[in-house]
Structures are given as structure tokens and as C-alpha cells.
């Protein structure tokens, strides 16, 4: 399993490749060695670092996450994997500054690890291939910590992040 480094961080020099096509299905996930399936995902911030972009989930509305999703056996790293979601799901590119490491989440009967990035967002979109399925927002700590409610994965993330207070 791919461990997600918490010193002497590198963001890879993999371009995106940006598909108006959303990746669907499970065929391709990666599970850990305790059968725990792989979650990318990023914490979007401007460039002051004083909001974060969080996006509308699809299967609760009203409900607000930040971009994440399965990385797959076909992406090199989970860097790569999380810079895919943040595009398919909040239409956002940027330079991934660090990794926020490993958050294991055991709400459900299928356990995940979700292995989190921060980006500073240098491009948002006006297009994107979740765009009718999402909304998307700009918002100060405080309201997204608010808004992730049961979520402890998503304000564990937030917290490792170098976003102002």
C-alpha cells in the first residue's frame, strides 16, 4: 500500500489529463492489505489560504464534502488519483503543496483510508464533468468545519491543512 509522507513532501510532475467524463464503477479500485478501500483526496485553498472550495455531495443534498474518490489501479500514486477528483468533482486544477497523510475511517462495515493532498487551486472551472451533479462553494474554516458535521475524515483533513483560522 502507498503511504503518504509527512516529511520532505514532493509534489509529482504528472501533468492532468482533463476527460469531461467522470470515472464510475469500483473495477478498478485499490484496497489495502486489511481489505480497507483507497480514498484520494484533496483540500482545496486560495491562494491566502483563508478558504477552502467544498462541494455539494451527490448522495446526500445539503451535505458538503471535499473532493475525493477510489484511486484506481491505474493511476500511479494517490497524488495523481486525488487531482483526478478534484477535477471530475469541483472543476479545479492547482499545485498540489502537500500531503496530509493517512485517515482511517471506520463509520461503515467497508472500512476506507482516505490519503488527502492540499492544493492551492490555480484554476476553477466553469465546466467540469460533475458539474450537474454538484454544487460548489468557497468557504472560511469555521463554516466548513461546521458543514462537515459527522464527517470526521473530512475535518481531520481540514485540521492537517495550512488553512487560516
Same mark, same amino acid.
Given at each position: 500500500?502507498?503511504?503518504?509522507?509527512?516529511? #520532505?513532501?514532493?509534489?509529482? @510532475?504528472?501533468?492532468?489529463? %482533463? @476527460?469531461?467524463? +467522470?470515472?464510475?464503477?469500483?473495477?478498478?479500485?485499490?484496497?489495502?492489505?486489511?481489505?480497507?478501500?483507497?480514498? $484520494?483526496?484533496?483540500?482545496?485553498?486560495?491562494?491566502? &489560504?483563508?478558504?477552502?472550495?467544498?462541494?455539494?455531495?451527490?448522495?446526500?443534498?445539503?451535505?458538503?464534502?471535499?473532493?475525493?474518490?477510489?484511486? /484506481?489501479?491505474?493511476?500511479?500514486?494517490?497524488?495523481? $488519483?486525488?487531482? %483526478?477528483?478534484?477535477?471530475? /468533482?469541483?472543476? *479545479?486544477?492547482?499545485?498540489?503543496?502537500?500531503?496530509?497523510?493517512? *485517515?482511517?475511517?471506520?463509520?461503515?462495515?467497508? &472500512? +476506507?483510508?482516505?490519503?488527502?493532498?492540499?492544493?492551492?487551486?490555480?484554476?476553477?472551472?466553469?465546466?467540469?464533468? /460533475?458539474? &450537474?451533479?454538484?454544487k460548489r462553494k468557497w468557504?472560511?474554516?469555521?463554516?466548513?468545519?461546521?458543514?462537515?458535521?459527522?464527517? @470526521?475524515?473530512?475535518?481531520? $483533513?481540514?485540521? %492537517? @491543512? #495550512?488553512?487560516? %483560522?
Amino acid at each position: 500500500m502507498a503511504q503518504a509522507s509527512m516529511t #520532505s513532501y514532493q509534489p509529482s @510532475s504528472s501533468t492532468h489529463n %482533463r @476527460s469531461m467524463e +467522470a470515472r464510475v464503477g469500483r473495477t478498478k479500485q485499490r484496497y489495502g492489505p486489511d481489505g480497507s478501500r483507497l480514498v $484520494a483526496g484533496i483540500v482545496p485553498l486560495n491562494s491566502d &489560504k483563508t478558504k477552502v472550495l467544498i462541494i455539494e455531495s451527490t448522495r446526500k443534498p445539503n451535505c458538503w464534502v471535499l473532493p475525493k474518490g477510489g484511486w /484506481e489501479t491505474d493511476e500511479e500514486n494517490a497524488e495523481t $488519483a486525488a487531482q %483526478r477528483e478534484a477535477w471530475e /468533482e469541483a472543476g *479545479i486544477t492547482g499545485k498540489v503543496t502537500k500531503a496530509l497523510g493517512q *485517515i482511517r475511517d471506520n463509520r461503515t462495515t467497508a &472500512k +476506507a483510508i482516505y490519503l488527502f493532498f492540499e492544493m492551492k487551486v490555480e484554476e476553477e472551472l466553469t465546466e467540469w464533468p /460533475e458539474m &450537474k451533479k454538484r454544487k460548489r462553494k468557497w468557504v472560511a474554516y469555521k463554516e466548513a468545519a461546521e458543514k462537515f458535521g459527522s464527517r @470526521s475524515e473530512m475535518l481531520d $483533513a481540514l485540521e %492537517r @491543512s #495550512s488553512i487560516k %483560522r
